[in-house]
């Protein structure tokens, strides 16, 4: 089995910060990339940003200046620094990894979701 947890989400007024956190755990051979969505009510879920295992990431033009992704050194962390942060930010954030697993000499890869973390930015 394989899990992703974040955390970190929570209340900030316009003009904060916020460092979410996403961690995989379980059966893991490796991860290629890590990412994170967002969800706000009424809306369709959107990629925020996202990272490969070389390090390339990948911003929605949005969060582009005002959010950073990295990825810890385990390379099974990611992590969403979001500065200046605007009430039309305020969704539910979720992690998504595409995590390659081994079963005896195969390797696939699966798609996992985290169960999200709420932001709300106040005005």
């Known amino acids: 089995q394989v899990q992703l947890v974040e955390s970190g989400g929570g209340l900030v007024q316009a003009g904060g910060s916020l460092r979410l956190s996403c961690a995989a755990s379980?059966?893991?051979?490796?991860?290629?990339?890590m990412g994170w969505y967002r969800q706000a009510p009424g809306k369709q879920r959107e990629l925020v940003a996202g990272?490969?295992?070389?390090?390339?990431?990948t911003y929605a033009d949005s969060v582009k200046g005002r959010f950073a992704i990295s990825r810890g050194n385990a390379k099974n962390t990611v992590y969403l620094q979001m500065n200046s942060l605007k009430p039309e930010d305020t969704a539910v954030y979720y992690c998504?990894?595409?995590?390659?697993?081994?079963?005896?000499?195969?390797?696939?890869?699966?798609?996992?979701w985290g169960k999200g973390t709420l932001v709300t930015v106040s005005s």
């Open positions: 990272i490969t295992s070389g390090g390339s990431t």
């Open positions: 998504n990894a595409d995590i390659q697993r081994k079963s005896g000499s195969y390797y696939y890869s699966t798609d996992y």
């Open positions: 379980g059966s893991i051979f490796s991860i290629n990339v």
